[in-house]
């Protein structure tokens, strides 16, 4: 079973996914968090050894990539880490994003809607996509304090000075994308405005319940 958590930047993603595997592993069922940055283990992916850089600067270095090769590369690290996914294995492999986000983003960056969709048709299909749901100023100001903003250009449209405006303006596009994707292809939205247990806790239960749902 694979299970997709993806939501514009700064909704919480990667906080809800270490508690949601807290969470899913006291009940004994088995789960295996899985990260597209794996690819940097070069003891579990040794095709990956040529890359040499950190991943801070391997981050940078995809931004500056242009259109279909960023995204073709974001795509290669996905395929790379779910090579040995098992859809009849028990055990739930849980990604964090995704393909979903990336291809939102690279859509409002001006790639065709076809171009994205056709290249996406060979990564195994999420049995169940959950999809948090934030307004663009609630996550910049989580993603902003007094003494740091952790922002990138790639979050905010290219834009070098990483400001509120362009954040916001890039995240819109990302939201509704995903929006329109939740619609067509029927994924779970959940409001990302609680705290993160909060927000685990419904992204549990919706876990729980469709497992529940397939065992009947």
Same mark, same amino acid.
Not at 91 to 102: A, G, L
């Given at each position: =079973?694979?299970?997709?958590?993806?939501?514009?930047?700064?909704?919480?993603?990667?906080?809800?996914?270490?508690?949601?595997? &807290? !969470?899913?592993?006291?009940?004994?069922?088995?789960? !295996?968090?899985?990260?597209?940055?794996?690819?940097?283990?070069?003891?579990?992916?040794?095709?990956?050894?040529?890359?040499?850089?950190?991943?801070? !600067?391997?981050?940078?270095?995809?931004?500056?990539?242009?259109?279909?090769?960023?995204?073709?590369?974001?795509?290669?690290?996905?395929?790379?880490?779910?090579?040995?996914?098992?859809?009849?294995?028990?055990?739930?492999?849980?990604?964090?994003?995704?393909? =979903?986000?990336?291809?939102?983003?690279?859509?409002?960056?001006?790639?065709?809607?076809?171009?994205?969709?056709?290249?996406? &048709?060979?990564?195994?299909?999420?049995?169940?996509?959950?999809?948090?749901?934030?307004?663009?100023?609630?996550?910049?100001?989580?993603?902003?304090?007094?003494?740091?903003?952790?922002?990138?250009?790639?979050?905010?449209? =290219?834009?070098?000075?990483?400001?509120?405006?362009?954040?916001?303006?890039?995240?819109?596009?990302?939201?509704?994308?995903?929006?329109?994707?939740?619609?067509?292809?029927?994924?779970?939205?959940?409001?990302?405005?609680?705290?993160?247990?909060?927000?685990?806790?419904?992204?549990?239960?919706?876990?729980?319940?469709?497992?529940?749902?397939?065992?009947?």
């Amino acid at each position: =079973m694979l299970v997709a958590l993806t939501g514009p930047d700064g909704t919480g993603k990667s906080t809800v996914s270490k508690v949601i595997k &807290e !969470e899913v592993l006291k009940t004994g069922q088995k789960l !295996e968090t899985v990260d597209r940055w794996d690819i940097l283990n070069t003891s579990n992916f040794s095709q990956s050894r040529f890359i040499r850089s950190p991943l801070k !600067e391997l981050k940078e270095c995809v931004s500056e990539m242009k259109g279909p090769s960023r995204f073709l590369f974001i795509l290669w690290t996905i395929y790379s880490v779910l090579e040995d996914y098992d859809p009849a294995s028990p055990t739930i492999t849980f990604i964090d994003s995704y393909w =979903m986000k990336h291809a939102a983003s690279e859509i409002a960056y001006g790639l065709p809607e076809s171009f994205v969709e056709n290249s996406i &048709e060979l990564l195994p299909k999420a049995d169940l996509t959950i999809c948090l749901d934030l307004s663009p100023e609630i996550a910049y100001q989580r993603k902003s304090t007094p003494t740091k903003i952790d922002l990138n250009a790639y979050e905010c449209g =290219m834009n070098s000075s990483l400001s509120c405006e362009s954040f916001i303006h890039h995240q819109n596009k990302i939201r509704n994308q995903l929006q329109v994707w939740s619609r067509k292809h029927h994924w779970r939205v959940v409001d990302a405005c609680g705290s993160p247990s909060n927000v685990a806790d419904s992204v549990s239960t919706i876990i729980y319940e469709y497992l529940h749902s397939k065992q009947s």
